[in-house]
């Protein structure tokens, strides 16, 4: 079982994505906001992300820049 992260500000497709990974057996947490993403993905508590790039805000190309420069894989 794989810890997901989903980083969606479309609420029904965070919902479809997060309801597909539970009933494969992961522990899904969502977030819809580029910060909130990075700050969960800095956390340390996830195996995977799932990041959408149309984020309001931060998008999700700067969460990953930042991510990368923070030397997550």
């Known amino acids: ?7 969606e ?3 029904r497709i965070a919902s479809f ?5 539970r009933a494969d057996g992961h522990q899904t947490t969502v977030v819809d906001a580029g910060r909130r993403g990075l ?3 800095l956390s340390g ?7 959408d790039l149309g984020l309001p805000g931060m998008d ?3 969460v990953l820049e930042l991510l990368r420069a ?3 894989r």
């Open 1 to 7: 079982m794989a810890r997901i992260l989903i980083v």
């Open 9 to 11: 500000d479309e609420a």
């Open 17 to 21: 994505l997060a309801m597909g990974l």
């Open 39 to 41: 700050d969960e993905a």
């Open 45 to 51: 508590g996830h195996d995977l992300m799932v990041l």
């Open 60 to 62: 999700g190309q700067e």
């Open 70 to 72: 923070q030397g997550s």
